[in-house]
């Protein structure tokens, strides 16, 4: 679901929480990250912040 594209808000959550927890829970790079779900290193970045603000709002926590 978050590799396809699209603007539906459940999906752009998802992403953003995907790329907010990949880059600072794993440590993975933001290109790196980019490869994966198809995105451009810029647009990781924002999605990252965009998911830092989701995850608090929510009060979401990773479970490790």
């Given at each position: 679901m978050i590799y396809s594209k699209g603007r539906r808000q459940l999906q752009v959550q998802a992403?953003?929480?995907f790329c907010h927890w990949a880059v600072n829970e794993s440590g993975m790079s933001r290109t790196e990250i980019a490869k994966r779900p198809g995105?451009?290193?810029?647009?990781?970045?924002?999605a990252t912040i965009?998911?830092?603000q989701i995850a608090q709002r929510m009060n979401y926590k990773l479970v490790k």
């Open positions: 992403k953003n929480l995105m451009t290193q810029p647009g990781v970045g924002y965009r998911g830092a």
